[in-house]
């Protein structure tokens, strides 16, 4: 049963570069946490580190399952998930005016985190099965749009615009991945550019109003626009070297809003300056070109598409969130992985890393 | 598929991967720009900024709505006030800033010392709140010494201002600072603590017109703390106008007629349900809310045994006594129990079971007809008319009648009274119904309980041939330009179950209340005007534990309450009044000439209009 090849092409390096940001994420929280004013909410240091446990156990279960079986259950897990964000709608938590955590026993999950995974494994299974070089065509598209447009309009229902987005992001990273025809690309866009411009005057002033300020956060001063300011004021603040560990001003006066979860990037840019922020990014890049690296080697058309699934939702989540808090990008509530506090946030994505590791181990077994 | 098609092999794959890591590493490079723009070229200004945490959010509460009487009288109003703060953090050193500012406004150190004590857990940041609306003088004072006062904060503030004082205040309520549960009930999202919302009356009841919404700055501030540039500004919006259905000049006027006394007096437009008038007396001063009351004033309107806090005109319940002689005469009439011609011979007492019930009046009154028992108040006819009918047929004409359930005018804590009925009594006591009772109940003693809206709704609708409007406090809500956003309607909520005959019937009757010789309100009458009434006089229970009182030596609250119900004119009605006075003995003596000097002010037009002139110019 055991295969010594299991040892010999385990992926040491990935997993310690995993180890690396998931301790520089509990060093940053801690920071974040621990100055908050006026109530230090150290409770949430604690339980991150619980929930990284619990995130080891899904890495470790979801390597050991040969990642080809997923294929076969993945209708199973996509049903499963919209399941858990129907009744998320129907008898979910609501916590500041939004309903997105489900409580079972002592635990709060967000079964939105989840169900990116589910619909990562869904889009591989069908481009896998279907991919050629000439690409998709607008029919063959459908299924996709479908498998997309459910999790998506539940989760805008929450209302959680963040994730959502991100649910279509890692959707379109994927199909382009898997290429469109040329002719059904420029339908798409042609009818993009038709009613983009219709939608809009179909909405509300209010709705307008809102999309206006999503864009541009500085429409809302007393708001997104003085988060935004603030935000910037931190990231800048720090300078080439940074104002040291727990020396962070604007983080600890409480100036920053959801200052361990959204804005947690300000927090380690305020702290570390220039050059820790560099280091950071540089060790996403270097986490993201390794999961591409394991799509390249990996001989198995689903194994490829579902590693580049995966290094997709990373790659958003940290280009949205990092650039949020720089005011490159509107503000959305999209987390950073590894460093910002969330129990399913990081549950998921330790899942994702034994995903990628059992793709990298395997890319020898040919069945 | 055709055959020049490759299905995707692993170099395709490669072939793509390459370009997707390409392209992330062109994210990333927009991204390393950013940070290198913010950290290293706009730092020294960032860090600049970050240092005293000099960006900062000040919030500017609205101007809450006004409230208008019908003749657009100004009620409500707010005036500027300032309040002074204080964050600690730019007011180093604090103790010292402390003690200058003490000695400026002349207020203890200690006493503001206490202040910031229970505050000290807060965000050194947060403004606390040291003195409210310091006066003229105080802000002078502080002004001038500005800048020897590093993190002392003044805030204009619009501060809610009860023009009238007392006047209406159980209406038109009164604002106080919000409470945490009111805070975490989600009703109130965009309140913080410390603001002030509408606890009670109108100011709750269209919280959401007059509230408006709160602005706010973005600001740099200096070391010290003050404003050295605006950024950016939110304005407040206004809260809405409100133009109630009151009219001030006859308010003011049931204000002085209930002086000293205990009671409430309503009015309405009886074509309309528009409330022309809603008294509660004794009453209480809104100011004193808004200004923060001591424990001790609290302590004296709660424990206050003529219960100021409560809207009688509303809360109150009171039997309905002889008024409910209206209701009775309805059901009668049209259960066919009696007619116009019916007379029944009144020899001052009626005997029932082996019970003896008593007349008021002693010597009894003789042969009595509809018109004559109504007019003089003839308990006896009416004792029969309920014994004929029973408890339930007259609990059902009660009901249908508007009794026994709230108006439903748009004020909270409504009372809804009581109508007995068989059923209710076995519910609620368990013990089945005595035949006795129901007579008490025909005059409307027993278990009776009616608000003074009730009546006036009832005799409203007496009044205008049979249709029962739902009571209207408000006339209109308007924006501060004097748009229209809401413009009330007369609501229909019910018919009194009574014919045209029926109805002339008693309407007759009750215009020989006033107006007939020996009617029981002969007091009311005035000249030129056509009033019709009813008087009631509530026993109070536990007076006859001690019959042997004559009227004059009985405790005051052992004395019965006294009720009116007028209309006028007789023909074509404009006005409608319920007047109750607790302990005020007798009807016709205490609460029919209250009815009478309304109406009179109502309804003479040229006294009237000078009394508005004058009040108007006063604005």
């Known amino acids: 049963m055991f295969d010594r090849r299991f040892v010999k092409y385990f992926d040491w390096g990935f997993l310690g570069l995993t180890f690396l940001i998931g301790l520089i994420g509990l060093v940053t929280l801690y920071s974040a946490v621990a100055s908050a004013t006026p109530t230090p909410q150290k409770t949430l240091y604690f339980k991150q580190i619980i929930w990284y446990c619990i995130g080891m156990t899904g890495m470790v279960l979801s390597f050991l399952i040969n990642y080809k079986s997923l294929y076969r259950w993945s209708p199973a897990i996509y049903a499963v998930c919209i399941v858990l964000l129907i009744s998320v709608l ?71 615009l963040g994730t959502a ?82 020396k962070g001003t604007q983080n600890a006066l409480s100036f920053l809003p959801e200052q361990h979860t959204d804005f947690i990037f300000s927090v380690l840019a305020e702290e570390w300056g220039f050059v820790g922020s560099v280091v950071i990014l540089f060790l996403f890049l270097m986490f993201i ?10 001989r198995d058309p689903f194994g490829t598409i579902l590693a580049v699934g995966i290094t997709a939702m990373m790659f958003w989540q940290v ?30 994505i330790m899942i994702c890393v034994g995903l990628l590791m059992s793709i990298s181990m395997r890319r020898f077994l040919i069945e | 598929m055709g055959k020049y098609l490759k299905t995707a092999d692993t170099d395709w794959y490669k072939q793509r991967l390459t370009r997707v890591m390409l392209c992330v590493a062109g994210a990333f490079f927009i991204l390393l720009s950013r940070l290198f723009y913010l950290q290293v070229i706009e730092g020294q200004e960032l860090r600049r900024l970050s240092e005293n945490n000099c960006i900062r959010l000040q919030s500017t509460d609205a101007s809450r709505g006004m409230i208008f009487d019908r003749n657009g009288i100004l009620l409500v109003d707010n005036r500027p006030a300032f309040d002074l703060s204080i964050i600690l953090k730019d007011a180093k050193p604090v103790d010292c800033t402390i003690e200058k500012l003490g000695k400026l406004i002349n207020v203890p150190v200690s006493e503001l010392m206490k202040k910031i004590g229970h505050n000290k857990g807060l965000s050194s940041y947060k403004p606390i709140l040291l003195k409210q609306d310091i006066g003229r003088d105080g802000l002078a004072a502080v002004e001038v010494r500005k800048f020897d006062l590093p993190g002392i904060v003044l805030n204009i503030k619009p501060r809610r201002h009860y023009i009238k004082t007392q006047s209406a205040a159980h209406l038109i309520g009164y604002l106080s600072e919000i409470n945490s549960d ?128 409560e809207n009688k005109a509303i809360q109150g319940e009171y039997p309905p006594a002889s008024t409910f002689k209206i209701v009775t005469a309805i059901a009668g009439l049209e259960e066919g129990v009696i007619d116009e011609n019916t007379t029944i011979n009144c020899p001052g007492y009626y005997k029932y079971g082996n019970r003896i019930y008593r007349c008021w009046r002693h010597g009894g009154h003789g042969s009595v007809n509809i018109f004559k028992a109504l007019a003089e108040s003839c308990d006896v006819f009416f004792y029969q008319v309920g014994q004929k009918l029973g408890i339930d047929r007259l609990a059902f004409y009660a009901k249908a009648c508007g009794l026994g359930s709230a108006t439903g005018i748009n004020l909270n804590d409504e009372a809804a ?96 209340v006033v107006n007939s010789p020996k009617g029981t309100a002969r007091i009311a ?60 003995e007798h009807g016709s003596s205490a609460a029919a000439p209250i009815a009478r000097e309304i109406i009179r002010t109502y309804l003479e037009k040229d006294e009237y209009v000078r009394q508005l002139k004058a009040e108007i110019s006063k604005q």
């Open chain 1, 90 to 160: 129907m008898m979910g938590k609501y916590v500041g005016g939004a309903r997105r955590w489900l409580i079972l026993g002592p635990f709060s999950i967000q079964p939105s985190e989840l169900v990116k995974i589910a619909v990562i494994i869904s889009l591989a299974r069908y481009y896998s099965k279907f991919s050629d070089t000439r690409g998709f065509s607008l029919r063959e598209l459908f299924t996709p749009l479908i498998l997309t447009a459910i999790p998506f309009i539940l989760i805008v229902k929450q209302p959680d």
């Open chain 1, 165 to 246: 987005m991100v649910v279509v992001l890692i959707a379109g990273f994927m199909t382009v991945f898997v290429k469109i025809e040329r002719r059904s690309l420029l339908y798409i866009i042609t009818a993009c550019a038709i009613t983009g411009p219709l939608v809009w005057f179909l909405l509300k002033d209010y709705q307008k109003k809102r999309i206006l300020t999503f864009i541009n956060p500085d429409r809302d001063p007393l708001g997104a626009g003085y988060h935004i300011i603030q935000s910037k004021i931190a990231i800048g603040s720090g300078m080439i070297f940074g104002k040291g560990f727990l």
């Open chain 1, 289 to 298: 070109i390794w999961g591409l690296n394991i799509a390249y080697r990996c």
């Open chain 1, 319 to 348: 280009f949205i969130n990092v650039g949020m808090a720089m005011g490159l990008m509107p503000i959305v509530g999209v987390t950073l992985p590894f460093i910002s506090y969330g129990g399913s946030s990081i549950v998921s």
């Open chain 2, 182 to 309: 009111e805070l975490k009930s989600g009703k109130y999202p965009e309140c913080k603590g410390g603001d002030l919302i509408g606890k009670f009356g109108v100011e709750k009841v269209f919280e959401r017109f007059l509230k408006g919404k709160r602005g706010g700055r973005q600001v740099e501030v200096n070391v010290m703390g003050q404003v050295v540039k605006v950024l950016k500004t939110v304005d407040a919006l206004p809260g809405q106008n409100i133009y109630l259905t009151i009219d001030y000049i006859l308010q003011k006027k049931a204000e002085a007629l209930l002086e000293g006394a205990a009671g409430a007096v309503v009015a309405m437009d009886p074509e309309t349900g528009d409330i022309l008038v809603m008294a509660s007396s004794p009453s209480f001063d809104q100011n004193a809310f808004v200004d923060g009351m001591s424990h001790k004033q609290w302590e004296s309107l709660i424990s206050n045994p003529l219960r100021p806090m």
């Open chain 2, 417 to 512: 009274g009581i109508v007995p009925s068989a059923a209710w009594k076995k519910r609620r006591t368990g013990i089945a119904w005595q035949g006795g009772e129901t007579l008490s109940v025909a005059i409307g003693q027993g278990y009776n309980l009616s608000t003074s809206l009730q009546m006036l709704v009832l005799t409203s609708a007496l009044a205008n041939g049979g249709t029962i409007y739902k009571p209207l406090i408000l006339e209109s809500v308007k924006t501060v330009n004097g748009d229209i956003v809401i413009q009330s309607k007369r609501q229909v909520i019910g018919r009194l179950p009574a014919s045209k005959k029926t109805l002339a019937i008693v309407q007759k009757g009750l215009w020989e």
């Open chain 2, 525 to 584: 009458h005035i000249k030129g005007v056509d009033i019709s009434g009813k008087t009631g006089t509530a026993q109070v229970v536990g007076r006859h534990n001690e019959p042997n009182l004559s009227e004059k030596d009985m405790p005051d609250h052992f004395k019965a309450h006294a009720w009116f119900v007028a209309y006028a004119p007789s023909v074509n009605p404009q006005i409608a009044v319920a007047v109750l006075v607790e302990h005020g």
